[in-house]
């Protein structure tokens, strides 16, 4: 069994910027040129290559939490659990794409684009992200076959 103190002070030095939409690019979803994968202790760390990259899915993510709270149905200091998250970045991207008009796979030319044309992250058209978010539907668990 891995000590988790331990394997979090190895990912924060492996990944100095661990990556904001991480469980996005993990579960494939999403891309990003700027990503930078690690493997440590079987697992897999997805860090951010661009301080400039970062901080702009930093504040998209941030954005994201805060005009989709009441979807998910969260406080907003309240921690974010996993299918939420999933929600949250798949879903959110996913209408960051319609919102746009684009089909951009890539996180960080996703994020430049919406600037470029939006003129700003706040400036986008949120009803339409936020309704990504709500109607995301993650993998359904298998059950076997029915009796």
Excluded: N
Aim: glycine share 10%; charged share 20%; aromatic share 4%.
């Amino acid at each position: 069994m891995v000590d988790e103190a331990a394997y979090r002070a190895a990912r924060s030095a492996s990944v100095p910027l661990p990556c904001v939409f991480g469980k996005a690019l993990a579960s494939g979803c999403a891309g990003c040129s700027t990503s930078v994968r690690r493997a440590l202790a079987e697992r897999e760390a997805i860090g951010c290559a661009s301080p400039e990259a970062h901080a702009g899915c930093s504040r998209l993510a941030a954005l994201l939490r805060e005009r989709a709270a009441f979807v998910l149905k969260l406080a907003p200091e309240a921690p974010l659990p996993h299918a939420a998250a999933m929600k949250l970045q798949c879903g959110g991207l996913a209408g960051l794409r319609a919102g746009v008009g684009s089909t951009e796979g890539d996180v960080r030319r996703l994020v430049a684009l919406a600037i470029e044309r939006r003129g700003g992250l706040a400036d986008l058209p949120w009803r339409t992200i936020v309704a990504a978010v709500a109607g995301w539907q993650g993998r359904h668990r298998y059950r076997g076959p029915k009796p």
